[in-house]
């Protein structure tokens, strides 16, 4: 997974529950500038895990791939690394 890094979600939408294609990932909260401390989660062997700074719940669906999210527009991609 070294080469496909940590998978970032913000909850932008305000929806409910964002689903993740992994299990361990990095919550924002919302898009820059209005994001928390990016904070690691990690699941563990459980299937949902709730972000302490936004109380965002994330549910594991392992029918999407890794660094994918339903709804997709909660995924977070930063331009600036990415270049």
Excluded: Q, W
């Excluded at 299937?47 to 302490?52: A, G, L, W």
């Excluded at 109380?55 to 930063?78: I, M, R, V």
């Amino acid at each position: 997974m070294a080469d496909h890094g940590t998978p970032h979600f913000h909850n932008d939408p305000g929806v409910a529950v964002i689903h993740t294609g992994a299990r361990e990932f990095m919550c924002i909260g919302a898009k820059p500038p209005f994001d928390h401390p990016h904070v690691f989660l990690d699941m563990g062997s459980d299937d949902e895990i709730v972000c302490p700074y936004c109380s965002t719940l994330f549910k594991y669906d392992a029918s999407l791939g890794n660094g994918h999210a339903k709804p997709a527009e909660c995924e977070y991609h930063d331009a600036a690394r990415a270049a």
